[in-house]
């Protein structure tokens, strides 16, 4: 290849863990599929232990590619120990990876590893595994030892090195983009042809831009923009970020005599979440990227909904939608929402919890975003 870079191809964000009793790990090994948009001739991986609050210790780190495992190592080293709140680069991994095919990730944590930093996401290419002791070079690990999971511990970059014309499109947001659309975004890239763009997620169940929780209650549900989007957004190759974030500053709080930890002096005036959102585009400027933004999406029937945070959201969706500070407006909520009740989700884009769309409202989501954005 001539003229090649790094370009991540597939990401997360990392987020705290839910405090449990049971959140140390020892003698498990986790695996996670790593699907490649382009061609690359060499890998490597970030592991992130931004949240934790003491180092952790990666035994052993392995890819499975071409029928064969091969080691990663950091600075010549097979483990590496990351401090509390710090990550490690691997050293780059030569290996000549094809467009379409995937590369699974495998690491060993031998001793009581405190599971700390972490983020929950869904889609039709976001599912992993964890097993019980050291299956690094196994390639059919036991039903019997194993468990498909959904939590994605301490992996937040891949990047291959891959010829100079490919990028990444880096989505944002809180647990609407944790779920399904990223990867439907990503598939609809491989389906229309979109060879030279990666879709890579930056997302965490819960988060708000101008809040986040410090209890043990709500502490899983993810860091305030001020302490992401400087951590999460700079990424190798990324262009572009899509950012889709604001409903739980909105429908969060509700009164300490309902929940002391959701006081009404949470919520924000629009001005202030405005200003919020502001504060993204002009740090994803100072990175040079292209920022375009997603409306908020339809919440009539969601367990918190009433008219002054309905009044709320269409006030910061227009917003969105008139601003030049940015490079375009992604209308999710008219894509998604009945125009008979435009407050509400049409009922097959409805999950049925009437925040989060259904997997069908998550597919218009995703082909809701331009293609000249892809190419």
């Known amino acids: 290849m001539n003229q090649t870079k790094w370009v991540s191809v597939w990401g997360n964000a990392v987020s705290v863990a839910e405090n449990r009793p049971e959140r140390y790990a020892k003698d498990i090994t986790l695996r996670y599929p790593i699907h490649i948009p382009f061609a690359g001739e060499a890998i490597r991986l970030t592991f992130d232990n931004y949240c934790g609050t003491e180092p952790i210790t990666l035994n052993k780190v392995t890819v499975f590619y071409a029928g064969k495992f091969h080691p990663v190592f950091f600075a010549g080293n097979r483990a590496v120990t990351i401090p509390a709140g710090e990550n490690a680069l691997s050293d780059g991994l030569n290996l000549r990876l094809n467009a379409g095919e995937v590369v699974q990730v495998s690491f060993y944590l031998k001793d009581f ?29 036991s039903i019997q030892t194993s468990r498909s999971t959904h939590l994605f511990y301490f992996l937040s970059n891949v990047s291959v090195l891959t010829e100079a014309e490919n990028r990444t499109v880096v989505c944002y947001g809180d647990s609407i983009t944790a779920q399904d659309w990223p990867d439907y975004l990503a598939l609809r890239c491989f389906e229309e042809g979109h060879a030279k763009t990666a879709i890579i997620r930056r997302a965490t169940s819960g988060s708000r831009i101008l809040r986040e929780y410090h209890c043990l209650t709500y502490e899983s549900y993810g860091l305030m923009g001020s302490n992401r989007f400087h951590h999460e957004v700079p990424t190798d190759g990324a262009d572009t970020v899509i950012i889709q974030q604001g409903i739980n500053d909105i429908i969060h709080p509700v009164g300490e005599k309902v929940n002391v930890f959701r006081p009404m002096s ?72 009945d125009p008979e009740k435009p407050d509400w989700f049409k009922a097959e884009y409805d999950s049925g919890d009437h925040l989060h769309p259904s997997a ?15 190419k």
């Open 266 to 337: 949470d919520l924000p005036t629009v001005e202030e979440l405005i200003a919020g959102l502001k504060t993204y585009i002009a740090q994803a400027r100072s990175f040079g990227y292209k920022v375009y933004v997603g409306t908020l999406l339809p919440m009539g029937g969601w367990r918190t909904d009433a008219p002054f945070r309905q009044e709320m959201r269409h006030a910061y969706n227009d917003f969105i939608r008139t601003t030049d500070l940015i490079d375009g407006c992604i209308d999710f909520d008219m894509a998604v929402r």
């Open 360 to 374: 069908a409202g998550y597919r218009r989501m995703a082909m809701e975003v331009p293609a000249e954005l892809l």
């Open 113 to 141: 590893t405190q599971m700390r930093s972490v983020v929950f996401t869904c889609g039709p290419l976001s599912e992993g595994l964890y097993a019980n002791g050291d299956e690094t070079e196994n390639k059919d690990i």
